[in-house]
């Protein structure tokens, strides 16, 4: 893969992250985002936020099925992953200004009493120890394993995102299947595409 | 004094004006969503909306509930955003779908335990008594709401003429179960019929209402024609649309959403912001069509009209009979 293009995709990947936050905050102000503008922004950035986890967490996998192929992926895991994280972000900005009102009080009672915000802000606060350990200076200095073991948490994070989204809707709404069965795909692919690999380049026997 | 409106109910029936709105929309989101998954959840409403059912003007009466200083949600908003599970549970679905309900002949048939069972044809429920216009509050139990300019009479009007036996304690309301005119019945696994219920002393009081029209015209189909109930100090579910069946029963009779989850439909649910059982905290309310740092705002006890109805439940505890 070129570098060039490495650059232009990036360049494509910021553009597709960053101008649906333009334009939901120009539909905002001009209130052309549909009659419950609030649910419409929630949805946008809950949505969001699961779509690119997925993404993020779709690529290892690719990778390793492809490794010919698909190797350069590697350069756009962090740079989706931490686009997630913004839009979960954004997410929950929507929940502290647009429903709770900003008032502390209203988020307390909500955190304790409602469970599909306690597993949302979960996710949340499971990212955010990723987000901020994202950087190359964290890996050098936790090490390659410390970091990865840390890591593994965007699973659980995925996990709690997706049953804080089923929790969150009206019995009788399947609207979470679908990035449900995604996110299926994606943890089933990793143990399958391991053993799978194993069976190709089985490990050398030592003759003593 | 005329009430400041987020758009002039005049303007909002205007196509070209909602049309050019949804073009805009579209345009801002085609030039944002390129290629990017996260806007694949505007893609629902793109979706272009089949127009209101064409509706003929209804002859009115003023009503003391004129919505002195409420701002009336756009005929647009009240059309176009609503549940009518019946035809898929998405809020957009009702204004796609409902166009294929046949609203004629219709028939409603008031019966149980009551001296002149009756079957009223929908000409003579429009002629029972003189049609008013009244202005209620709308809260949903998703938490938003909207100020609905409704046409019709008080439900009483029509409990008096079948006359209840001293035994009806309760109101039972059947909605229509069309399949082949209804593509949610088939798709969304509830149970249907879909039914609601009253105690007596809450249908017959005069809020209550048999509802056939919606700013001044005939109830378009999304809005549950030709006739409907509503009860403007409980969750909107409490207010069945397209009714066909009126029974009058000794016990508190089976409601669907209650049979769906017990725990968060209640029988009664009454707005209630100190009490909420869904997952959602029914304290606040988003204001439908404001704009979207105007939209919250807290809800009133029985949605505001604590007034008129706080009597109906003297000393019940309102935490236990939610």
Redesign the interface.
Known sequence: MPKWLIVVLKV?VHL??L??V???V???Y????????????T??TG??TL??LA?TLAISPLRKMFPKWLGWLIKFRRLVGMYAFF?ACLHLLTYVW??A?LSLN?MV??ISQ???ITAGLAAWLLLLPLAVTSTTWSIRKMGGKNWNRLHKLVYVAAVAGLVHYW??V????WRPLGITMIFVVILVARPLISAWKRREDPVPVKIG | MPSKKYEAPGAEITPKEVFL?RR??MA??A????????????ME?LEPHKSVMAANQLKTVGSQWNGNGLNETSFY?IT??NNF?EFG?S?SDPAEYAYKLKTEPWTVEVGGLVHNKKTFDIDALMKLSPLEDRVYRFRCV?A?SMVIPWVGYSLSKLINEVQPLGSAKYVKFVSVDRPSQEPGIMN???PWPYTEGLRMDEAMHPLTMLTVGLYGQALPNQSGAPVRIIVPWKYGFKSPKSIVKIEFVKNQPETTWNE??PD?YGFYSNVNPNVDR????Q??E?V??A???K??QPTQMFNGYADEVAGLYKGMDLRRYY
């Open positions: 494509g597709a992250c101008l649906p333009c334009w939901l120009w539909g905002g001009q209130n052309t985002l549909g009659p419950d503008p609030t649910h419409t922004v949805f946008f949505r969001g779509r690119l993404i839009y647009l429903y009102g209203a009672q909500d409602r469970k599909f929790w969150g009206k019995p009788g709404v | 709105n805009k929309f801002g989101a030039a944002a969503g390129v290629g990017l998954a996260a806007a694949g959840g505007a409403l908003n176009h955003y599970y549970t809020k998703e938003w969304v696994s509830i769906i989850a968060a869904v997952q959602w905290s304290a606040r988003r439908i069509g704009p979207i740092w939209q919250l």
